[in-house]
């Protein structure tokens, strides 16, 4: 169950957790994200875990909304035993509260950074992701980023003018390590990392260069379409 408490969306789970039934979890989670509200807040006070292994779905699916859309995954739990699990898998950060209103009341380091526009399904919608991508290095003071922004802004909207043909909206936001780009469009069909039908050898290869350019990039299925993403990050890793 998913309901909207203040900023946040709860999401009560209940039954059975096993590695048959995580990819439900997985999917359940990923949905609440796509709405992007300030923070998910997951209920396992009515989940019995039947498979420990299957915990670590709750870690994933915080990678991928540390990644996209930057939302920060909260799980609540009064099983001591569990919270290991919970956070194994090297990824400690996943905050693990006793309580939901605990969880509710925490500060969320929401980012504040966020640009969004439509893009038509037109040639010209490549061009225009550019500017975008222009605009928001600049306001952000990621000149560094402005290139490679620029790239894979360009080839999302191609991606989404090309293959789905419908309306697609351009998300572009700032958190604390990675600048962060998505289109979500109205297809479902996910797209395929270098394929190209035989009629139109140009196509498909512009996720190449995303992955290329991007320090991480993926799709996420969602109601009447799905999100293609990308992420850049903000500051280089210091060499040791």
């Known amino acids: 169950m998913v309901e909207q408490v203040g900023i946040s969306l709860l999401v009560r789970m209940s039954g059975e957790l096993s590695l048959a039934s995580a990819p439900h979890v997985r999917a359940e989670l990923l949905r609440a994200l796509v709405r992007q509200p300030d923070a998910v807040v997951v209920d396992l006070a009515d989940l019995v875990l039947r498979e420990p292994v299957a915990a670590s779905v709750f870690a994933a699916v915080a990678r991928q909304a540390a990644m996209w859309p930057g939302t920060p995954l909260l799980v609540c739990t009064e099983d001591d035993e569990a919270v290991p699990l919970l956070t194994q898998g090297g990824y400690g950060r996943l ?33 225009h992701a550019r500017q975008l991508a222009t605009e928001v290095c600049t306001r ?21 003018a090309v293959h789905a043909g ?38 498909g290869r512009g996720l190449l260069m995303v992955d290329a350019t991007a320090y991480r990039w993926g799709c996420l299925p969602i109601e009447g379409g799905k999100v293609v993403w990308a992420s850049l990050r903000t500051r280089e890793s210091p060499v040791l």
């Open 95 to 127: 905050p693990v509260f006793p309580s939901v209103e605990q969880a509710l009341s925490a500060p969320t380091r929401r980012r504040m950074n966020l640009v969004c526009d439509t893009l038509l399904p037109v040639t010209g919608s490549a061009g």
């Open 140 to 160: 952000w003071d990621l000149h560094h980023l402005t290139g490679p922004a620029c790239l894979i802004a360009s080839e999302l909207a191609i991606n989404a």
């Open 166 to 203: 419908t309306l697609a909206d351009i998300r572009f936001a700032m958190g604390r390590r990675y600048l962060m780009i998505s289109v979500r469009d109205g297809s479902t069909a996910e797209p395929r990392l270098g394929w190209a039908p035989p009629d139109d050898p140009g196509a």
